[in-house]
């Protein structure tokens, strides 16, 4: 039989790839344990700030929502973005690239495994952090919810999939990025306050993360005092969640492609250590 | 997109160059040129196994990553299964695969099947082809046992297994070797040369391009070696060929007590073409190629001067490593040293 090739090669791709990331996680028991549970004592911790404070009971369902978001985040920076320098240095790179295959597919491969593993994490958060604290959800448009989280997960697996391609073109500084990204994103996105107290000017610049806007969104349409403490209107975070998943997934296939070019014409990128 | 060249060679370089520009320090705005390829020409026929011979550094794996579509040339240009690596890489990669010595590709959470089957599939092999070529490749490499392993779990040898079969899964119409053996110990490389003998032999369509600086290795694989030195092909025939160009010549082992100047004022007798001196612990040993057996009686008295003791003396037959010597001046393992 003919080996497959356009969009079912495209296909096959995206499975193949996803596939380590999908059963590589469920492999080793004890990492499952560190992934899910151990992430729940930071949520935890913020409860507990909130709970002294005597904060409306809505505000620990923000950090519940969080909590469990975070696992994405991570997945973005460590698993996503610093992937392809990874793949580099294990001589994985140079198998993709001459296999005839998409590196998008690739990619899309890594980017649909990894949000099937970080589910596994923030489900694991959201279930067991509503159970304990007894969060308050009260949401107002199931559609609207699930349309927010797609949105959501489009534009930040596809920003994990224009950093893959840079971090790779900056070499051993990828690490430091992710490094760097990680702290200041939890805190810029709002992840465990309401990212209006950041005053209009400061909460517009950082609702380029699409991470803020996500949360934004999400905490307005699943508490009831949600729609109070939004930045901006569901409908509006929808539209540019839309526009920022078209532009981060573009964005992605752009710097691979000069990825790419920049592979053959300089030899360099698929280099690795022997 | 150009049409595919009419030529039906596996492989064919027509002054094929690469210059790879490194800057030389971090606060160096110049740029360095560090030749790696020059004016290699090459043809390899359909069905030939052929070898590429040369030290670390001689430009053996960029000759490869060029034909491979990793690497852009220079100058000059080349063709695989009668396609432009360059203007047509879409068309090369479908038929073609690769495995690299020391290669740790895959993933070690995955078992040595998923491993294989992820890489069929990003070659659109389906499932049922898929399966049936990782069971019979294992079986014939002797991995069968170890399918449902963690790759994390193999050892070096049997990881290298895992990866001939993988570049051997996709039934590539040219396969590239570079340095399949590498680290491996004498009985996997002898499993894995067995194994890439069968599978040749059941295929005789099918090339295989590989490099190496086993010298036996080359000799004992390839139809065809071209041996290469500082990115340049310095010669290209069989094994059986190349040899045979030192038929007339005489070559000399020698085994003496420990040399010092002797070994130079060798070097400037009459008739002696090429030396190549090891100093062992104990003592030296001499690989001499000389123009006849004639200029041996020098050798010797020169030896004998120095109060040199000859322990063994031994003519022999030309190898594939005096070839080298013969055409560079110095062995394969003087001219990693010299390139390091």
Redesign the interface.
Known sequence: ?K???GW??FL??I???A??RV??QQ??KKWVFFETVLPLIGTIAYVYVYKAISAPQDYIGFVVISGAMTAFWINIMWAMAAQLYWEKD???L????????SMMA?LLGMAMGGMVAASLRAATVLILGTWMFHVPFAVTSVAELFGVFMLSMVALYGLGMMFASLFLLWGRNAFQMSAVLQEPVYFLSGFYFPVKNFGVAVATVVSVIPLTLGLDAIRQLVFATGSSIGFLSVRLEIELLAVMAVAFVAGAKYWLDRMEKL???E?AL?DRR? | MSPAMPDQSAIKTENLG?V?KTRGGRRRKSLEERVALQDVNLEVPRGEFFGLLGPNGAGKT?LI?IL?????PSTGRASVAGHDVATQ??QV??L???V????????G??TVR?NL???G??????NK?THKRIDELLEVVGLSDRANT?VSDLSTGLRQKMNIVRGFL?DPEVIFLDEPT?GLDVGASRDVHRFIRDWAAVRPTRTMLLTTHYMAEADELCDRVAIINHGKLLACDSPANLKRRLRREAIFHLDVSPLDGAVVDCYKLPGVRNLVHTAREDKSELELILDSDNAISGIINMLTEHRARINNLQKREPTLEDVFVDLVGMSLAEAEKHET
């Open positions: 039989m080996p497959d090739t079912r090669l096959r791709t499975v193949a790839r596939y380590p059963i590589g492999r080793v294990s001589g994985n140079a198998l993709y690239i001459i296999a005839p295959n690739i592979a053959v014409r030899g698929t022997r | 690469r790879y960029t990553k491979v579509t990793l690497l852009a890489p879409q990669r479908p073609i695969n690769m690299s010595g020391g290669e740790s590709s895959g993933y959470l995955l998923e089957w992820m890489f599939q990003f070659y659109g092999i389906d082809t963690k996709t590498l």
